[in-house]
T-cell receptor, first 116, second 112 residues
Framework: DAGVIQSPRHEVTEMGQEVTLRCKPI?????LFWYRQTMMRGLELLIY????????DSGMPEDRFSAKMPNASFSTLKIQPSEPRDSAVYFC??????????????FGPGTRLTVL | DAKTTQPNSMESNEEEPVHLPCNHS???????IHWYRQLPSQGPEYVIH???SNVNNRMASLAIAEDRKSSTLILHRATLRDAAVYYC?????????????FGKGTHLIIQP
């Protein structure tokens, strides 16, 4: 398997524009997670899905952020409108159902977003 | 998730063992201790996890104190490629999977 795939790897946009980040989880994984990493706040969980259903979106900063998972192999994180403070690295991760309490999460390479 | 405390940074020499400590004095009986690391410009990756007994895998060893209030990640022979931020995370998975709560971790510097 190619692992978790994210696109684009880098995105530069202007304030006010819509940004869409994409993620393809590892085939067969039941859980998908979106994280954001900044120097100030470190790594933070934004939202996660189980079997394509959003379970916890309490980490989503505000209504400008939305995430969808239309099927088991694809998820999007959308920011509309984008603001400079949204600049960060966004990671997607996936995992199987917990079994033996391992539940290792596999992370993608991240999307580095810069909002000017 | 219960809170963990780690040193901000540690430095070691290449080919020497490294012991990375983690304190988790409020750990509950159902919390597993997980370690992840993040290499420069990459996403985090799983290293090892344990509950009560010491654990070994191809990457590292995990030594867990008898009272479970602390643990130590052991890299037996550090290489330059082990330079990364190491995160100690407690997880209670009784209710299913959930997101990882990352602290600031320990920035491990390896000197050649």
């Amino acid at each position: 398997d190619a692992g978790v795939i994210q696109s684009p790897r880098h995105e530069v946009t202007e304030m006010g524009q819509e940004v869409t980040l994409r993620c393809k989880p590892i085939s067969g994984h039941d859980y998908l997670f979106w994280y954001r990493q900044t120097m100030m706040r470190g790594l933070e969980l934004l939202i996660y899905f189980n079997n394509n259903v959003p379970i916890d979106d309490s980490g989503m900063p505000e209504d400008r952020f939305s995430a969808k998972m239309p099927n088991a192999s694809f998820s999007t994180l959308k920011i509309q409108p984008s603001e400079p403070r949204d600049s960060a690295v966004y990671f997607c991760a996936s995992s199987l159902e917990p079994g033996g309490a391992n539940n290792e999460q596999f992370f993608g390479p991240g999307t580095r977003l810069t909002v000017l | 998730d219960a809170k963990t405390t780690q040193p901000n940074s540690m430095e070691s020499n290449e080919e020497e063992p490294v012991h990375l400590p983690c304190n988790h004095s409020t750990i509950s009986g159902t919390d597993y201790i997980h370690w992840y690391r993040q290499l420069p410009s990459q996403g985090p990756e799983y290293v090892i996890h344990g509950l009560t007994s010491n654990v070994n895998n191809r990457m590292a060893s995990l030594a867990i104190a008898e009272d479970r209030k602390s643990s130590t990640l052991i890299l037996h022979r550090a290489t330059l490629r082990d330079a990364a931020v190491y995160y100690c995370i407690l997880r209670d998975l009784r209710g299913g999977a959930d997101g990882l709560t990352f602290g600031k971790g320990t920035h491990l510097i390896i000197q050649p």
